[in-house]
Structure formats: structure tokens, C-alpha cells
């Protein structure tokens, strides 16, 4: 088998180069969402900035809140994916693309490895 049919193309897209060598990935205080600026603090890890430092109790209580709320969702699609595969006491090995709860469970799980990354970003 030989032709035309089987070539396959491909394009590398640069990395680092063109315009993307001007973009610089900053972190932003959870509180008001500004950059945080200075290198010690983004190398860190820090979460707030320097104004919202003392509303820090409050607002790592939302971000856990936030993370609750998803864990429970994502166990409540979990739990209802489980069902409808008759076991409860096994994964779930759905793939149905014309399921809803399928799109909301894998929604809703990488809503919260987005939130638990946040969380992470708290330093204890």
C-alpha cells in the first residue's frame, strides 16, 4: 500500500519561540485576583497578596467550602454513574458520550483538581 493516501503531515508549532517568548505566566492573589509581583513571592508559592493577607482566614474557609461542594457533587455523579452500572462496589468504566452525568462527572472532577491546586497554593 503506497500513494498519497498514506502520507501524513504534521507541523511542529514552537514552544518558546515568536510571541510566545514575550509571555510570562504570573500568579494572582486569590483574594482580589491581582498579579502578585516580586520573584520571592511567586517562586513561594505565596496565595494573597500583601492587602488581602489579613482576610487570609477567610478566604481560605471559601476556597475549602469551594473544594467540599465538588468532592460531594462529584460523589453524588459518581455514586449515579455507579447505579446505572449495576455495581457499587466497582469503578466506573463509563465512556457513554451521549450520557449527561458522564459530561457533569468529568466536569465536575476537573473543576476540582483545579480547586485543590489552589489549595495548594496555601502555605501551612
Avoid at 11 to 21: C, N, Q, S
Avoid at 44 to 66: M, N
Wanted: hydrophobic fraction near 35%; charge should be positive; proline fraction near 3%.
Amino acid at each position: 500500500i503506497a500513494g498519497d493516501h498514506t502520507r501524513k503531515v504534521s507541523l511542529a508549532t514552537p514552544k518558546a519561540g515568536g510571541i510566545m517568548a514575550f509571555a510570562v505566566k504570573t500568579l494572582k492573589c486569590m483574594g482580589c485576583k491581582a498579579p502578585l509581583s516580586g520573584a520571592a513571592q511567586q517562586r513561594d508559592g505565596r496565595a494573597l497578596c500583601a492587602r488581602c493577607k489579613p482576610r487570609e482566614r477567610e478566604i481560605l474557609h471559601e476556597k475549602v467550602r469551594d473544594v467540599r461542594d465538588l468532592e460531594v457533587e462529584f460523589n453524588r455523579l459518581w455514586t449515579q454513574c455507579q447505579r446505572c452500572q449495576g455495581s457499587m462496589h466497582q469503578d466506573v468504566l463509563c465512556t457513554a458520550k451521549d450520557c449527561p452525568i458522564f459530561y457533569r462527572r468529568t466536569k465536575t472532577r476537573k473543576d476540582l483538581k483545579a480547586a485543590q491546586e489552589q489549595m495548594d497554593r496555601f502555605a501551612w
